[in-house]
C-alpha cells in the first residue's frame, strides 16, 4: 500500500503545500527518470495550508512558479522542497540501515584477542548496550564512529588494507571528500598532484574503488602496501 506525505515549498513570501506519493517522490528527487509525475501526485490541488484546505488561487501560482499546470508545479515542489516524510517510513529505512551496519560487522570484524568473528547476536547487543546511534547514511560514512563506541565495549577490530593512491591535479578537490575516512598520511606532488596511503576496511574496499574511479574516470593509480 502507497504511503502518502507533504512536500513543501516556499516561493517568496508564499509557501505551498500538497500530498505525494512518499516512495515515487523520493525517487523522482533522486533523479530515477522512470517515475513519471502521475505517479507521484496524491492530491488535486495545490494549497497555502493543507491542513486548513486553503487553496492556492490561480494568480498566486502564476505570479510563484509562472504556471498553473499541475504537474509542472509538483515536480518543481518535489525536487526543490521539503517532502514531511512519515515516521512509520522513517523507522523502516534506519531499521534497514541497521542490518547494514549488523552485516557489514560480521563479515569483516574480528574479536582483537582471538581473531574470531562475532556473532550477529552479539553485534546487535553491544550496539544496544553502547547506545550506538546509527543514522540512515551510508555505512563508510559512519563506521568510525561506530567502532569508537563499540570499542569501550567489545574488543573488536575490522579487517583492513593499506593502499596507495596518487590523484591528478585536476581530481584532487572532488576526491579529497573520498578518502579522508581513510586517510593515514598525504603527499602533495609539485606537479599537483597528490598521493595518499589509506588504510580501509575490506568490506569496504570495492565500493571505494568504484566511486574513486567514478569520479577520476579511472585515472587514479592504485597500489597495494603488503606489510609485514
Given at each position: 500500500m502507497s504511503k502518502d506525505a507533504i512536500v513543501r515549498l516556499k516561493v517568496g513570501k508564499m509557501q505551498f503545500e500538497t500530498r505525494v506519493n512518499v516512495e515515487a517522490a523520493l525517487k523522482m528527487r533522486r533523479g530515477d527518470s522512470s517515475v513519471g509525475i502521475a505517479n507521484v501526485i496524491a492530491d488535486n490541488f495545490i494549497y497555502t495550508n493543507i491542513v486548513k484546505g486553503m487553496r492556492s488561487g490561480a494568480d498566486e501560482l502564476e505570479n510563484s512558479f509562472g504556471t498553473t499546470d499541475m504537474n509542472a508545479i509538483v515536480e518543481r515542489m518535489v525536487k526543490k522542497g521539503d517532502i514531511e516524510i512519515p515516521k512509520e517510513i522513517r523507522d523502516e529505512a534506519l531499521e534497514a540501515?541497521?542490518?547494514?551496519?549488523?552485516?557489514?560487522?560480521?563479515?569483516?570484524?574480528?574479536?582483537a584477542r582471538t581473531g574470531r568473528p562475532f556473532t550477529p547476536d552479539t553485534i546487535e547487543s553491544s550496539l544496544k548496550q553502547g547506545g550506538v546511534k546509527i543514522e540512515n547514511v551510508s555505512v563508510d560514512k559512519q563506521i568510525s564512529k561506530i567502532l569508537d563506541s563499540l570499542r569501550v565495549i567489545l574488543p573488536i577490530k575490522i579487517e583492513t588494507k593499506k593502499i596507495k593512491v596518487k590523484i591528478a591535479p585536476e581530481h584532487t578537490g572532488k576526491v579529497y571528500g573520498l578518502i579522508q575516512e581513510y586517510k593515514e598520511k598525504e603527499d602533495w606532488m609539485n606537479d599537483g598532484s597528490l598521493e595518499v596511503i589509506l588504510n580501509i576496511p575490506v568490506g569496504l574496499q570495492m565500493e571505494f574503488y568504484d566511486k574513486l574511479n567514478s569520479i577520476t574516470h579511472g585515472s587514479a593509480l592504485t597500489q597495494e602496501i603488503k606489510e609485514n
Open positions: 540501515r541497521r542490518k547494514q551496519v549488523v552485516d557489514f560487522l560480521v563479515r569483516n570484524a574480528v574479536d
